[in-house]
């Protein structure tokens, strides 16, 4: 079989179109796992709007602005 400039030039052009694509996804990934492991360390009063972080994710935590109490997971009081 031989290799002709045709074939070849496309070849290339795939792997370059699946070496970005790959390179895509797993920056995007990537992306998405930080911001995540980043949004759980940050809370936001439900009071006076400030954000403010919390190193060990408790279940309620007290606003350092206001003292008001802030409650994390699905089953919060909203009003």
Not at 23 to 32: E, K, Q, S, T, V
Not at 41 to 46: A, G, M, S, T
């Amino acid at each position: 079989m031989t290799l002709t400039l045709p074939v070849f030039l496309a070849t290339l052009v795939a792997l370059v179109f699946v070496w970005v694509s790959l390179d895509w996804l797993f920056g995007a990934l990537r992306h998405w796992h930080e911001t995540s492991r980043l949004r759980k360390n940050f809370w936001q009063c439900h009071l006076c709007g400030k954000h403010y972080r919390e190193q060990n994710q408790p279940k309620t935590s007290e606003c350092p602005s206001c003292s008001g109490k802030n409650v994390r997971g699905g089953h919060r009081k909203l009003g």
